[in-house]
Nanobody, 117 residues
Framework: QEHLVESGGGLVQPGGSLRLSCAAS????????MGWYRQAPGKQRELVAG???????NYADPVKGRFTISRDNPQNTVYLQMNSLKPEDTAVYYC???????????WGQGTQVTVSS
C-alpha cells in the first residue's frame, strides 16, 4: 500500500530554518513527480515546490531563493529545506506524489510549520 509520511515540522522563529522530509513507500518510486504544498488557515492549498524524476525543480515565487527541494531516490525520500522563514510561511505542509499527468496521485497527512517569535 502506498504511503507518504512527512516529518520535520515544528515551531521556529522568524529567520530560522527547518528541513521537512517525505518518506514514500509502496509503489511510489523515483518515477513520480514529487511536490510540497502548504495550506494556511482560511486559505487554499498551494504548491510550494516540485521536483521531477530527473531532478528538474520549480518553486512558487514567495519561496524562491529561500526553499530548496531535493530527492534521494535510493531512499525514496523527498526533502524541503526552508531557510529565512517568515511568519507567512506558517501552514500545514503536505507532500504529494504524482504520475501519469495527475491520473495517479497520493498525499501525505501533513506536518505543521509555525513561524513565530
Amino acid at each position: 500500500q502506498e504511503h507518504l509520511v512527512e516529518s520535520g515540522g515544528g515551531l521556529v522563529q522568524p529567520g530560522g530554518s527547518l528541513r521537512l522530509s517525505c518518506a514514500a513507500s509502496g509503489s511510489i518510486s523515483s518515477r513520480y513527480i514529487m511536490g510540497w504544498y502548504r495550506q494556511a488557515p482560511g486559505k487554499q492549498r498551494e504548491l510550494v515546490a516540485g521536483i521531477a524524476s530527473g531532478g528538474t525543480t520549480n518553486y512558487a515565487d514567495p519561496v524562491k531563493g529561500r526553499f530548496t527541494i531535493s530527492r534521494d531516490n535510493p531512499q525514496n525520500t523527498v526533502y524541503l529545506q526552508m531557510n529565512s522563514l517568515k511568519p507567512e510561511d506558517t501552514a500545514v505542509y503536505y507532500c504529494k506524489a504524482t504520475r501519469f499527468g495527475g491520473m495517479i496521485e497520493y498525499w501525505g497527512q501533513g506536518t505543521q510549520v509555525t513561524v513565530s517569535s
